[in-house]
C-alpha cells in the first residue's frame, strides 16, 4: 500500500524567514508524481508545485522548492522569503505516473507565518 | 475556465433528510474525485471516476453513500439518510489522466448534519 507521511503537525516561522517541511513516502513503484498543495483558511486546495519521479532536477516554483531524494523517498518543500500569505496547511501527495490516478495524500503540516 | 464548481458551498440540513452535492469538473479532463475531509481523519478519498465510469468506490462509507457521473460535465454525491457523523468538507477534484499534472479541486461543500 502506499503511504505519505508528514512527521509535523505544526511549525512557524518568522516573516521573511526560511522554512522546510517534511514528507516522506512509500511504495514500491518506481514512475510516479509527488505534489505539495496548500490549504488556506479560505480550503480552497491549491497545486503548489509538483516533481516526476524520473527526473533528478528537484522542481521550483518562485519561491517555493523541493528536495527529492528517491532513495531515500522524501520530498521535502522549502519555502523561501515566507509570506503572511504562505499560512496555511501544507499537504504532500503522490500518484502513479500510469494506471489509476487517485492521489494519496499525507496528514498535512500546518504553517503559520509570523510577522 | 471557470475551474472546479461546487455547489451549494454551505448544507446545514437535519438528521435523517437527503443531502445532494454538485459537482462540475474542468471540461476535457477525464478523471473525477471525491474527497471528504474532517479533522480526525483527514482527506479521505470516497470514490473516482475515468471516463464517467466509477473505478474505486471503496472509500464509500456505506451504503447511505452514492455517487454518479451521468456524462462528462457533471458529478454528485448523494447521502440519504445523512447522519450527525457524515458533517464534514466534500471536495470535488478533476484531472486527466495520467499527465500527472495533479488535480484540481473545487471550493468545497461544508456540510452540517444537526
Known amino acids: 500500500a502506499q503511504t505519505v507521511t508528514q512527521s509535523q503537525p505544526e511549525m512557524s516561522v518568522q516573516e521573511a524567514e526560511t522554512v522546510t517541511l517534511s514528507c516522506t513516502y512509500d511504495t514500491s513503484e518506481n514512475n510516479y508524481y509527488l505534489f505539495w498543495y496548500k490549504q488556506p483558511p479560505s480550503r480552497q486546495m491549491i497545486l503548489v508545485i509538483r516533481q516526476e519521479a524520473y527526473k533528478q532536477q528537484n522542481a521550483t516554483e518562485n519561491r517555493f522548492s523541493v528536495n527529492f531524494q528517491k532513495a531515500a523517498k522524501s520530498f521535502s518543500l522549502k519555502i523561501s522569503d515566507s509570506q503572511l500569505g504562505d499560512t496555511a496547511m501544507y499537504f504532500c501527495a503522490f500518484t502513479f505516473r500510469t494506471g489509476a490516478n487517485n492521489l494519496f495524500f499525507g496528514t498535512g503540516t500546518r504553517l503559520t507565518v509570523i510577522p | 475556465d471557470a475551474g472546479v464548481i461546487q455547489s451549494p458551498r454551505h448544507e446545514v440540513t437535519e438528521m435523517g433528510q437527503e443531502v445532494t452535492l454538485r459537482c462540475k469538473p474542468i471540461?476535457?479532463?477525464?478523471?473525477l474525485f471525491w474527497y471528504r475531509q474532517t479533522m480526525m481523519r483527514g482527506l479521505e478519498l470516497l470514490i473516482y471516476f475515468n471516463n464517467n465510469v466509477p473505478i474505486d468506490d471503496s472509500g464509500m462509507p456505506e451504503d447511505r453513500f452514492s455517487a454518479k457521473m451521468p456524462n462528462a460535465s457533471f458529478s454528485t454525491l448523494k447521502i440519504q439518510p445523512s447522519e450527525p457523523r457524515d458533517s464534514a468538507v466534500y471536495f470535488c477534484?478533476?484531472?486527466?489522466?495520467?499527465?500527472?499534472?495533479?488535480?484540481?479541486f473545487g471550493s468545497g461543500t461544508r456540510l452540517t448534519v444537526v
Open positions: 471540461s476535457g479532463h477525464n478523471s
Open positions: 477534484a478533476s484531472s486527466w489522466a495520467g499527465q500527472g499534472d495533479g488535480y484540481t
